[in-house]
């Protein structure tokens, strides 16, 4: 299953972003879908999750300014990042997972927070 992102870039401090990971086939097959990012020297990290019933999870730092969505329609899935901080630069990578445990992962895309 290929994933592709895309919506990295470079923004000030304050900003947003919104990032898109759009997939093959139908996404209403991944029970889980979510973005990870690594800094660089750091191991990587969950940001936030959403299942295929809505239900969303999110890393502390992220909450109340990052929301994650999925839209079936489209076989894409988003992550709209407000108030963007330094400390959120990474390389942020979109993952899916599937029956019986079947996990896929994007090739990533750069965010650079500038202060």
């Known amino acids: 299953e290929q994933l592709v992102e895309s919506g990295g870039g470079l923004v000030q401090s304050g900003g947003s972003l919104r990032l898109s990971c759009t997939a093959e086939?139908?996404?209403?097959?991944?029970?889980?879908m979510g973005w990870y990012r690594q800094s660089q020297g750091k191991q990587r990290e969950l940001v936030a999750t959403?299942?295929?019933?809505?239900?969303?999870n999110y890393v502390d730092s992220v909450k109340g300014r990052f929301t994650i969505s999925r839209d079936n329609a489209k076989n894409t899935l988003y992550l709209q990042m407000n108030s963007l901080k330094p400390e959120d630069t990474a390389v942020y990578y979109c993952?899916?997972?599937?029956?019986?445990?079947?996990?896929?992962w994007g090739q990533g895309t750069q965010v650079t927070v500038s202060s």
């Open positions: 959403v299942t295929a019933g809505a239900d969303t």
């Open positions: 993952n899916a997972k599937s029956a019986p445990r079947y996990e896929y």
């Open positions: 086939g139908d996404i209403r097959r991944f029970y889980e």
